[in-house]
Structures are given as C-alpha cells and as structure tokens.
C-alpha cells in the first residue's frame, strides 16, 4: 500500500500540471494510493503512524530535500519503504539517489529497488544527508579519543552522510556511502580570492570517517541538519547503521 | 609497498593541511596525514606522512611512507620509507626500512626480523641448563 505525502508549496498553480501528470502515471504504473498535503497544521507524526496502523508499507514524499528530512525522522520509526518524487527546487538528495525529477521518479518508484541506508542522529533528530556547520571555530571530538580543529577561519565544515555537492566526483569516489556504517567529517577550505581558484581543492581537504561525535565551541554556533532544521553547539552526532528503508534509482552515487 | 598517489582503493582517512587533530587518533583504514597531529597515532594499515605533515606522536602502522617531519617513535609492522624531504626525531622499528638521501634521521634504528645471534642463544641454552641441576645439598 502506498501513501503520497505532497509538500504544501506544491499547491502553487505552476506545478498542478506536473501534478496531473504523476499522478496519471502512478494509476498507469498501478502504484496509486492515498494524497495527503502537508500543511504546517497537519501533524506528520500522528498521520504517518496511523496510516501505518492501516496498513501502509510504502510513503512516497513529492516535494524536495526540506520535505524528505520533514517525513525522515517519523518514517525511521516505522518499517516502511520511503521513496521520493522530487519536485521544485533543492533536490540534491534525489540527485544522490538517482532520481529524477517529476514524471521520470514515478518509474523509479514502481521499480522498487529498496537499500537499507543509515542515518545520522543529532541529538535526538534523525538526519538523512548531513549537518553544516557555520563556523569554522569549533572542535569535533571524535569517538571520545581524539579532538579535530581547524586552523583556517573560513573552512566549510561538514558532517556527510551522502556526498556533499562541494565534492568532486573522482576525488572522492570512495567515500560518502551511506551503507558503510560510517558518517565523514569533511573540511575544505572556502574558495575566496583570485588566487584560491587555482589551488586544488582536493590536495585541500580532510575525510575522517566515525562513529560518534560531538561538536563544541567557545561561544554558540548554528548547525543545520539537511538544510532545514537547525540547532545550536554542543551537540552530539552519531551513525545508526541501516536504519532507513529507501527507495532508490539505478543512478544512485552510493 | 606504497603508493605515493593513492594507494589502494579502500577508504581512508585524510588530514589535510589545514587541520590539527589531538590525542589518540586510531585510523579504520589507510591514513593520509598533510596537517598537525599530536598524542598518539595507530592504524592496522597503510600510513602516508605528507610533506606538509608535521607528527608529534608515537606511530604505528602495517606500511608507514613519510615525507614530512615526525617527532615521536615509529613503529611499522611490515616496512617504513623516509623520502628525502622527511625528517624524524625518534627511534624506529620495522621489518624493511627505505632511508632516502637527504632524509634527517635522529634516533635508532631496528630493522629486520627479532632472530636471536648464535651467540645469544648458547647463553640462553647454558643458562636453562644451570636453571635444571639440582642443588646439591652443602655438607659441612
């Protein structure tokens, strides 16, 4: 049985045709199901646990990024598969999973390849793709053993799940697989200045995978999990291996 | 041996130039080292010191390539190579050693296998030998 959970910018008129359009091929493909439109006054939590209950094992999120790491932390709860339908801007997790967007996702969806994935745990909010971190003043103590700091002001800090979009391809073609049981530490310092767009950026930069971390600074920083929710230093992150069941295209990078 | 580009095609773990790490740094894989690190440093594999690298650790590895500077005692399990830019400040125990020209080296060096001198084991063997006699009684 499959759910669609539809973001609630996707009431915007530009997108009804795309809209029409799925939700034709999804009858054709014989995978149609329940629509629900996500609002800031429906509870996710409430509706997916009881559609669960009557029997759902498939959601599929039509949306973007914001709206994956949205229905991410209740899907992580249940044992359902989640599958996206990417639409609108910010789709850089679709990317990674190989979907494409609109109409092309919904053959995806009908394919059914499932991977179990991990996920990455701040607090005590799941995360899917990774964390930023807006400042470089900060020191990762990792697996209680070791402490990471970085000497530049302006370095990118990231903690990665899937492959960042500032990561080359061929430069890290080994790292980032969100099946390894492992979360990496990237840091690269940030292109400013004339001069820097010749260094390479890959002789630049810093992979640590782990397991456990915490990140600590003198004074509060912000720290954004998928580029939607965000928190404030300190805070603890871990791995929780294959957690998630997704739903995931033959181009996926992992 | 090692690579110097890359050298194998599991994951490993790079410290770049930028970043200091502190304490017990223990590596999953290959470990690639282009910035500061102090405390102690381990990996059951591959070690590569880069040339921007600056260690102040007790190391140990399966394989350890250095091309920068290391303050702290070097053990390798299989081999150890100092290129000519390296410079290490400590003792170093490996089964095959590479000592580039123009590497500063300030420490001792063991290499090879631990095997005994002949010498080394008749003294054992008399030893043991003594050690079976029984003490004769002392009569007065």
Not at chain 1, 138 to 150: A, D, F, G, P, R
Not at chain 1, 171 to 186: R, S, W
């Amino acid at each position: 049985m499959y759910l669609y959970l539809y973001d609630s910018f996707l009431n915007d008129k530009r997108f009804a045709q795309t809209l029409a359009k799925i939700e034709t091929r999804l009858t054709d493909l014989g995978i149609g199901g329940k629509i629900y439109r996500l609002s800031p006054l429906r509870n996710v939590e409430e509706l997916i646990s009881d559609e669960v209950k009557a029997g759902v094992t498939n959601i599929i999120v039509v949306g973007n990024d914001k709206t994956l790491s949205q229905v991410v932390n209740v899907a992580a709860k249940h044992e359902v598969a989640l599958g996206l339908i990417p639409l609108g801007p910010e789709n850089q997790i679709a990317q990674a999973l190989g979907i494409p967007e609109g109409e092309g996702a919904c053959d995806i969806v009908a394919a059914r390849i499932v991977k179990r994935v991990d996920l990455g745990r701040i607090n005590n909010l799941y995360f899917l793709s990774g964390v930023k971190i807006f400042s470089s003043e900060v020191t990762l103590e990792c697996e209680e053993l070791y402490s990471i700091s970085s000497k530049l002001k302006n370095a990118l800090i990231t903690i990665c799940n899937f492959r960042p979009a500032t990561a080359q391809l061929a430069a890290t073609a080994n790292y980032f697989n969100p099946q390894d049981g492992f979360l990496e530490v990237f840091i690269q310092p940030e292109k400013t200045g004339f001069f820097n767009i010749f260094k390479r950026p890959d002789r630049q930069k810093t992979i640590i995978p782990f397991k456990k971390l915490a990140i600590k600074s003198k004074s509060s920083v912000p720290v954004v999990t998928d580029g939607q929710r965000v928190l404030k230093t300190p805070v603890k992150i871990e791995v929780i291996p294959k957690k998630l069941k997704l739903i995931v295209g033959k181009n996926r990078n992992f | 041996m090692l690579k110097k580009e890359g050298m194998s095609n599991e994951v490993e773990t790079i410290i770049g130039p930028s970043v200091h790490v502190e304490g017990d740094f223990v590596g999953n894989g290959d470990v690639v080292i282009e910035g500061t690190v102090s405390g102690k440093l381990r990996t059951e594999k591959n070690l590569r010191i880069g040339e921007t690298a600056k260690i102040f650790a007790n190391i140990s590895a399966a394989n350890i390539l250095v091309a920068g500077e290391v303050q702290g005692n070097i053990k390798a399990k299989e081999s150890l190579e100092l290129t000519s830019s390296a410079k290490v400040f400590g003792d170093i125990k490996t089964n095959i050693v590479t000592i580039a020209s123009g590497a500063i080296f300030h420490g001792r060096c063991q290499a090879g296998e631990e095997k005994k001198s002949r010498l080394e084991k008749i003294d054992d063997k008399e030893n043991n030998k003594n050690k079976e006699k029984p003490l004769e009684p002392v009569i007065k």
